[in-house]
């Protein structure tokens, strides 16, 4: 059974907006923090976004710039990405993490991963 699964991924122009959600499941939600790190061909994994369970802090890489949300949907036990806005470099594969989260900014603080969902954007 997987335990985080990502959708909403898809093909978009520049300027839309497009939003990812992440539900988590099993083990994956015994954990302190939730995080959607993304992958662009030819490019090393990157830490997008994070939230902690408690408190709801959250943190952002400076390349979003205001441009990406993310929020917490307890009763489905999931968190959406949302991104508006969107540009061509956005273009990766989006994954989402949750694990200890320290550092909230690092793979090596999750243990859970999702498959992935891609997000195209085209010029």
């Known amino acids: 059974q997987e335990e985080l699964v990502e959708s909403g991924g898809g093909l978009v122009r520049a300027g839309d907006s497009l939003t990812l959600s992440c539900a988590a499941s099993g083990g994956a939600l015994s954990t302190s923090a939730m995080a959607w790190f993304r992958q662009a061909p030819g490019k090393a994994r990157e830490f997008v976004g994070g939230i902690t369970w408690f408190g709801s802090f959250t943190f952002y890489a400076a390349f979003v710039k205001g441009r990406f949300t993310i929020q917490r949907d307890d009763e489905q036990k999931a968190i959406q990405l949302w991104m508006n806005s969107l540009k061509p470099e956005d273009t990766a594969i989006y994954s989402c993490?949750?694990?200890?989260?320290?550092?909230?900014?690092?793979?090596?603080?999750?243990?859970?991963w999702g498959q992935g969902t891609k997000v195209t954007v085209s010029s």
């Open positions: 993490a949750t694990g200890a989260g320290v550092p909230l900014t690092a793979p090596r603080s999750f243990t859970y």
